[in-house]
């Protein structure tokens, strides 16, 4: 089945350490979005490609960087993490941009520790 | 800042009953989305009903939109325990290419 596949579903990591995280998808669509969603709240978008374009949200810290190598694979990386950055890390898939129409398709998430 | 405010925060009721969830939002929209999370799951897509539609069905879910009012409800008929879960929408607005998702519904379906 198509879908979109995150890696780990749960990761650990100690405070300043960087950590990356990934994403997949089968689906061949144009658009990837990653997510932060901290317990009991929305989601909150941090950034998306559209093909090779990437689209930062003003208020994403400097902290979270993404790269897209190819239209398959997405990754988060988070330079020096927080305790502040302890949240479920959600990616996203769109076909085509979410203003024409579109729905999107989500992996199950890589929920993030920090100790 | 926020878009879509949603009504009830959190909702309990019987199986078989129905539920209704209702989502505001501020400005205005292309498309409306409600999407359904399961605890420690991803979001599943549910419905989008665009700015120019009244009314959505798919099988158990009725989703309705008045743009005049800038709100959304979401019925779920017939419930069962498989639909405890949070309820979010999502609205993407005029000349915006990205969804902003309300705080959601958590919705217990109770046996």
């Known amino acids: 089945d198509a879908m979109v596949i995150q890696n780990p579903r749960y990761q650990v990591t100690q405070f300043g350490k960087p950590v990356t995280l990934s994403c997949s998808q089968t689906l061949n669509h144009n658009v990837m979005y990653w997510y932060q969603q901290k317990s009991s709240q929305a989601p909150k978008l941090l950034f998306h490609?559209?093909?090779?374009?990437?689209?930062n949200e003003a208020d994403t810290p400097d902290n979270f960087q993404s790269r897209r190598p190819n239209t398959s694979f997405c990754f988060l990386d988070i330079r020096s993490p927080g305790l502040g950055d302890a949240a479920m890390y959600l990616c996203a898939t769109s076909r085509d941009q979410v203003g024409v129409n579109q729905p999107q398709h989500f992996g199950d998430g890589t929920r993030l520790s920090i100790l | 800042s926020q878009q879509g405010e949603e009504d009830p925060q959190a909702l309990s009721i019987q199986e078989g009953e129905n539920a209704t969830m209702n989502c505001s939002y501020k400005?205005?929209?292309?498309?409306l989305q409600w999407y359904r999370q399961n605890s420690g799951r991803g979001l599943v897509h549910l419905i989008l009903?665009?700015?120019?539609?009244r009314e959505k069905h798919s099988g158990r879910l009725r989703v309705t939109l008045d743009t005049s009012k800038k709100s959304s409800s979401l019925l779920i008929t017939a419930s069962r325990a498989a639909d405890t879960a949070s309820y979010f929408c999502a609205t993407v607005s005029q000349g915006a290419q990205k969804l902003v998702f309300g705080q959601g519904t958590r919705l217990t379906i109770n046996p």
């Open positions: 490609y559209y093909d090779k374009d990437f689209n």
């Open positions: 400005t205005s929209i292309n498309n």
């Open positions: 009903i665009r700015s120019n539609e």
